[in-house]
């Protein structure tokens, strides 16, 4: 895949809110928040849509959930509850060809979405 934003915030060349890491994760705030919380979680190792992930893939894609997860009881909002969206390509309003996990917070949110 080609290179970025995403990648340039992982190896530290633009500036970006990092609230998360681990050996396969990295979680930065959202430049344009939906919510009062927004956090991106992404794979370090790259891939561009959901639609490349391969079933190697699974623990990778097990751990940005679990990341979110952990963050959200560690800064106290997951009883409260919260969502996490993957969007894919055109139709799932995709912008950045990263993947990555939102994690909404801190307001009510209604089902379905626009
Ligand atoms: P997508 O639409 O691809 O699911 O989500 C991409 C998200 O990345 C958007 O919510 C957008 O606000 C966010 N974003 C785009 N560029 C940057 C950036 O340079 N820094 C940060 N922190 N977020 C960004």
Redesign the pocket.
């Known amino acids: 895949m080609g290179d970025t934003?995403f990648g340039k915030?992982i190896r530290r060349e633009?500036p970006?809110?990092i609230v998360y890491e681990n050996d396969d994760v990295l979680a930065?705030?959202?430049?344009?928040p939906?919510a009062p919380v927004h956090v991106?979680f992404i794979p370090k190792h790259a891939m561009a849509t959901l639609n490349d992930a391969i079933p190697s893939d699974a623990t990778l894609l097990g751990n940005l959930l679990l990341a979110a997860a952990d963050y959200a009881k560690r800064e106290g909002f997951a009883e409260q509850g919260y969502r996490t969206v993957i969007?894919c390509n055109e139709h799932g309003?995709?912008?950045?060809f990263h993947l990555?996990v939102?994690l909404l917070a801190g307001r009510s949110m209604h089902w379905p979405p626009g």
């Open positions: 934003i915030i633009i970006a809110d930065f705030r959202d430049l344009n939906q991106l969007n309003g995709q912008t950045v990555h939102h």
